[in-house]
């Protein structure tokens, strides 16, 4: 890949050409807090989005679902945290549309082109009155300011803002892709709890950049996880508005390879910085299985061992247990020979060809005291390979959701 993707460190969602972005507190739970976000394009998006694979959906999800199936086109995103609107019947699905109806009239433009997403506490009813003040009072704008702004109203447990900016050229014209999300517990995808927005300037076909989204997913934020439940309300939405005004790209595109790897880029760096966050999560785990037979197996095996409580606690302990990682590699479903199998903490082998391999605990302890955490497998049985991410688990998660409600 010859054109150099450049990560943008103050970069975010309003990076992109034609974007504006922002927050306001209109006290729907918190107090102190924005709660109301909003993303919103100059000029209609080509739009896809990947939705919780949860059999329970939240009403704006079915909202959004509709809006994207007029046209495949969204220009404003209206995003509220605190309450889920999630198992409320009719009127939490009358109160979606109420959202995105009040967002259309105050932006101008068709109901449709409007999204819908909302994050929380399930099972209760939104204030209607102080979303309508919300969304009547929000104010957007073309800066870093709003960008920051809308990325701290999308939070709810989460102790910090998410967001990631790229840029790349094609034919010679600079395009951006930036993101924003939310997550923190919750988190197993297909899809977590977990909302995520990326706005880009590419000018796209609407089937390719869905296809393209799906695959990016599969490889990102469907290989986090944190505590194994799967949420009512989760989405990950791109608008590509297509501001940067190259040709129209398609999998045929010769720099089609160069964008595909932004939105990977930009969906993984959002995705660790999920399972960083992990209620009372202290270290990011990395998980990658190299030689395995498939890309489907690699990732299966790397997020069943991220995804273990016993591998958690342990890194959370600061333990070197192998055992626990070779027991869920090996309850993973994927086939392979453990006597051909090699396990490491970082650098540090542990494991070997169906045997314990010598090791200094003390290093050990040493190296599992740092933030990011690598587990690597080698399965020594093919050329695939995968990664996942998790975080630790610890005594402050079970305090979090203890009282999470109340």
Known sequence: MTTKIRKIDNGSITTPKGFYAGGYEAHIRYTHKKDIGIIYSDVSATAAAVYTQNVVQAAP??????????????????????NANACTGEKGLSDAYAMRKWTAEKLGI?????????????GEYLNMEKVQEGINNIEYERSSAGAKSFAEAILTTD?????????????????????????????HPNMATMLGFLTTDANIDEKSLQQAFREVIDETFNQITVDGDTSTNDMVLVLA??????????EEHPDWPVFKEALRKVSEDLAKQIARDGEGATKLIEVSVNGAKSKQEANII?????????????????????GRILCAAGYSGAEFDP??????????????????????????????????????VMLNNGEAQGKAWGCDLTYEYVKINASYRT
């Open 241 to 250: 508005n297509g501001k940067a005004e190259h040709s129209m790209l398609t």
């Open 302 to 322: 790397a997020k069943t061992i991220v995804g273990s409580s016993l591998v958690k606690t342990a890194i959370y302990g600061k333990d070197a247990n192998w």
């Open 110 to 122: 068709a109901d449709h082109l409007v999204a819908v997403a909302s994050t929380g506490v399930i």
């Open 339 to 376: 006597n051909q199998m090699e396990v490491y903490l970082g650098h540090i082998l542990l494991f070997k060809n169906g045997l314990p391999v010598s090791f200094s605990e003390q290093e050990a302890i040493q190296y599992l005291d740092q933030e990011i955490v690598e587990i690597k």
């Open 61 to 82: 999800i079915f909202v959004t679902k509709e809006s994207i199936a007029k046209e495949n086109k969204i220009q404003a995103v209206i995003v509220n945290s605190g």
């Open 159 to 187: 102790t910090c803002e998410k967001t990631a900016c790229y840029q790349f050229e094609i034919e010679g014209k600079q395009v951006t892709i930036g993101g924003a999300a939310k997550g923190s517990g919750m988190i």
